[in-house]
């Protein structure tokens, strides 16, 4: 709608200058008038929306990339409070805007504001800064708008995102420790191999000595990486494009992500995360009043997991077909036997990758508890309610699942090292001490 900026005159015959907003100028002087003012000068709000695009424009920065899940979950919460407090949305958006550092964040405030200024809606501003609010975060801000709960809606958007990004984290604490261990035993493992063991290798050259097998793998190994030791930061690279490349298509991307689904451990930690943040968004959708339909379809794209998003599409059509969720969800959530996901465990798992995947085969990605409370949710008229019971039981397994994790790579990384570290030193010494031996014999 249009903004009108005017000067009146009270009763009292002091000078009024404010802002209306109208469908027509007549309409607004009459509203002007009703507010018990004299209209002296009346004009269409342009020069202060040219103003205000120009310093929007001059504001931005350079920026690339999509937002951060905390910086949009702080803002969530922040605009929630301006809401709560009464504050107008132009002028919550402003305070939160001139906050903002310079970046992503700061950038489409501005953009947002700038479409509110020329009489868009929150939600069709939002939705022209794609790269900071996603479908689900736009079609919650436009079903609070439809049922005048905005800030609400805003409530429950924050928690929502507090949840996931407490759940992202808990998955990265519980991957840092043992990523950084592997490293640093790598970058050592590597250094003995390079400097250290061709030294003893020289002493036993001296001696002609008949080496142990032990030690002859150990030398082996040690000649391989001095002589190909500039291929090394290739082979992760290597193994990166590869997964890159095949998962850039359809059908590698499935098998990718049931690859995923199936290993052992991280597997199920995969699995049980993917269904908390499936059936949290669901449930925020559905309590925020979105259309079943175009909640499914979000939740689909908010799962990233491909294996997901086909098991949601099948209950969408089934939906469309007049049937529950319950029922195609049970039918649909075991996945199909796929090529790509065998070779994945073929390669990433030696020997027992293959046999892994297929004793898994008939794994379901949702059990049936799952399955049940959704069913009893849509028998009672709770499906919100039972959505959200199982994205925070799910929560709770995660949360244990990483921490027992956690208690079992520890003491798994220290044999894995001390074996390391025990083969180097058996396989250099067993000839040193044969050598001492003959010597002191001698």
């Not at 009893?376 to 994205?391: C, N, Q, S």
């Amino acid at each position: 709608m249009p903004q009108f900026k005017f000067e009146a005159v009270d009763q009292k015959g002091q000078e009024i200058k404010d802002i209306i907003e109208a469908a027509t100028e007549d309409e607004a002087q009459a509203t002007i008038r009703q507010m018990g003012y004299h209209v002296t000068k009346i004009a269409i709000f342009k020069e202060r929306k040219k103003q205000n695009a120009k310093k929007g424009a001059g504001g931005k920065t350079f920026s690339f990339g999509r937002i951060k899940s905390k910086q949009l979950s702080v803002f969530t919460r922040q605009l929630s409070i301006l809401q709560d407090a009464g504050l107008p949305i132009l002028r919550s958006l402003n305070i939160l805007m001139n906050q903002a550092k310079p970046g992503i964040l700061r950038n489409a405030l501005i953009d947002v504001t700038s479409e509110i200024e020329s009489g868009a809606s929150l939600s069709e501003a939002m939705a022209k800064v794609p790269k900071t609010f996603n479908r689900l975060y736009v079609n919650m801000i436009k079903a609070g708008e439809a049922g005048g709960a905005l800030e609400t809606i805003l409530q429950r958007l924050s928690e929502f995102l507090e949840a996931s990004e407490q759940l992202k984290q808990r998955i990265k604490s519980a991957l840092t420790y043992p990523i950084a261990v592997v490293f640093f035993a790598c970058a050592i493992l590597t250094f003995i191999l390079i400097t250290i063991v061709p030294k003893f290798e020289e002493i036993f050259a001296d001696f002609d000595m008949d080496l142990p097998l032990m030690t002859k793998i150990l030398l082996n190994a040690s000649e391989i990486v001095v002589t190909y030791f500039y291929l090394l930061p290739l082979i992760p690279f290597s193994i990166w494009l590869m997964v890159k490349l095949t998962t850039s298509f359809e059908y590698g991307r499935f098998g990718w992500h049931l690859f995923l689904l199936k290993l052992p451990v991280f597997g199920t930690l995969v699995e049980k995360t993917t269904v908390a943040r499936t059936t949290r968004t669901l449930g925020t959708l559905v309590t925020s009043g979105v259309p079943i339909l175009e909640s499914l379809h979000i939740t689909k794209e908010a799962s990233n997991n491909a294996v997901f998003e086909l098991m949601y599409q099948k209950i969408l059509e089934a939906i469309r077909d007049g049937d529950t969720i319950a029922n195609p969800m049970k039918i649909h959530s075991t996945p199909p036997f796929h090529i790509g996901a065998l070779l994945y465990s073929a390669f990433f798992i030696p020997v027992a990758g293959a046999l892994i995947y297929l004793l898994k085969l008939n794994g379901r990605v949702m059990d049936d508890m799952v399955v049940n409370m959704v069913d009893v949710g849509e028998e009672t008229g709770e499906l919100d309610t039972m959505l959200y019971k199982v994205a925070d039981t799910y929560d709770q397994e995660v949360k244990a699942a990483t921490d027992a994790l956690m208690s079992m790579l520890e003491p798994l990384l220290v044999i894995f090292l001390g074996g390391i570290v025990g083969f180097i030193v058996i396989a250099l010494f067993m000839p040193l001490i044969a050598l001492i031996t003959n010597l002191s014999a001698n």
